[in-house]
Structures are given as C-alpha cells and as structure tokens.
C-alpha cells in the first residue's frame, strides 16, 4: 500500500491473508486511477493517453485472471483470485468507471452521478465482500450502498481538489436548485447557496449510510467488519463537514489518525462480542 488511506485502521483487523489480499485489490485499483487523476486530461491528445493507458489496465485484468501477469500490481492481486475466488466483472466496472472522468467533467443528475459511484465504488466493494467472505445477496446489497456513501462522502470532502481539476461531481440540477454558480463552486467560495448545497449532499450520503446499515446481514456481522469500520470513519468525516458549516475549501477534512484507530478498535470489539455499532 504506497500511501495513506482512511481505510488503513479498517484493513489492519483483518486476518494476515486477507488483509494482503485486500492490499493487493487496493494497489491495483488505485494504479488505475492514477492511469487518469494522476495524468494531465485537458488536451484531447492527452485524453487518448489517458484512455490508452486504461486499455493496458484492461489488458493487464485479463492476464490477472489468465495467470499471467506483468505488472507489480497485477502479480499482487494474482494469487488471491483463485484463493477468494474473485470476480472480475467488478473490477472492469471499475475501469470503465474511471474511464468516464475522461468524458465527463460535470453530471446533470444525480442518476447520472450514481451511475459512476456504483462503478468506480460499489464495484470495488463487491470484491472486498468476496474477501471478507459475506457472499450473500444482501451482502451484495450492503456493499452497493456503502459504496454509493463513501464516494458521495469523497465527493463532499474533495470538492476543492476536483476543482482545480475542472470538475463537479455535485450534479448540476441540485445547483440549480440552491442557486448555486458553478464560478462559486470552481473559485472555493463557501457562499450560503453552496453550503446548503453541501449540506443536501452530505444528507444524501448519510441516507446511504443508513440504508447501508440496515441490509447489513446479521449473519455476516463479524465478516463484515472492516467494511463497518470504513463507514464509521467516514461518517465521522460527515460530521466534521457539518461542524465546519460546510466549509471544505481550507485544508481537507478528514478524522485524525488516533481518531480513526479509536473507531476501529471500538468496532471491532462490538463485533466481537455482539453489540451493534452505534450510527
């Protein structure tokens, strides 16, 4: 894992083999991210660099589930395809969402946006289910939906750093309905319209939470507590978003590290013994 990520506390409680599993997923997906968020994308040539780039992914994922590897990355994941009997459809869903950032620098509705959260998101939630061992179909449906709250939590949190990328991932019918400017929204200016704005979105994202919650199957609690320590941690982020009234153009907002372990152990505990998590 070659940077930081909030999710770092969630894989620590996994058992050594699925942890590196989890890693290894983890480092591939975030290696093509980079192949478009980590590239220059402004200039249409640079656009077809970008996508060229993705098809080596595409090429790379097939050899993965071939067992023929080239890349760091895809050695990685390799052997844990058949260990966890890992799907691939997922992880092309993944490519192909973050293929749509080369095509789409704004979203008109949010079925528009929630067709690439599930994508770039949810996707990756189903092969993290397969690793925790939570096959079940409301499994599948917990992951959906804890996917769709994280990247909508990322959305609210990254409205800076997207910016100066050019891009909104708020959809453009909730600024109308704020009356928000995209000039405010792309010059980082909390003006009221934008925080009521932020504030609808970060409902939005708790709602998700809150579906999340409610299919996450009794059965598969112990399994599935990484992925509840990951909603924790993120929902903590929600707060700190609200009690900075929805100011996220400063230094970014996120929980401290010695807060995100305090959420881990504490769930982990709750599911070790039985208790719920509380929301």
């Not at 050594?16 to 590239?39: P, Q």
């Not at 770039?120 to 993290?128: D, N």
């Not at 709250?149 to 453009?172: F, K």
């Not at 982020?237 to 010695?258: H, K, M, Q």
Request: glycine share 4%.
């Amino acid at each position: 894992m070659s940077r930081p990520t909030s999710f770092y506390f969630a894989f620590l409680v996994l058992p050594r083999d699925r942890r590196k599993a989890i890693v290894a997923v983890w480092d591939f997906c975030r290696a093509v991210d980079d192949a478009v968020d980590e590239t220059p994308v402004d200039t249409p040539a640079e656009r077809e660099a970008a996508r060229a780039s993705l098809a080596r992914w595409r090429e790379e994922l097939a050899r993965v589930f071939q067992g023929t590897p080239e890349t760091p990355q895809g050695q990685a994941l390799q052997p844990w395809v058949r260990r966890f009997g890992l799907s691939r459809r997922p992880l092309d869903d993944l490519i192909d969402g973050v293929e749509m950032d080369l095509d789409h620098r704004r979203y008109p509705t949010f079925e528009a946006l929630y067709e690439y959260c599930w994508r770039v998101a949810s996707s990756v939630g189903f092969v993290c289910i397969e690793i925790f061992g939570a096959r079940s179909e409301a499994a599948r449906e917990y992951a959906l939906n804890l996917g769709l709250a994280l990247q909508l939590t990322n959305i609210v949190r990254d409205v800076r750093q997207d910016a100066a990328r050019g891009r909104i991932y708020l959809p453009l019918e909730d600024l109308a309905r704020f009356g928000c400017e995209e000039r405010d929204v792309l010059a980082c200016r909390p003006t009221e319209p934008v925080r009521r704005l932020l504030a609808f979105e970060c409902a939005r994202a708790r709602e998700y939470f809150d579906r999340a919650r409610a299919l996450l199957p009794r059965l598969d609690r112990r399994a599935l507590v990484a992925a509840e320590i990951m909603a924790r941690i993120y929902r903590d982020t929600l707060r700190r978003v609200e009690r900075a009234r929805y100011d996220v153009f400063g230094s970014r907002v996120r929980a401290p590290r010695l807060r995100q372990a305090v959420l881990a152990l504490d769930t982990w505990m709750r599911a070790r013994i039985g208790l719920d998590v509380p929301a």
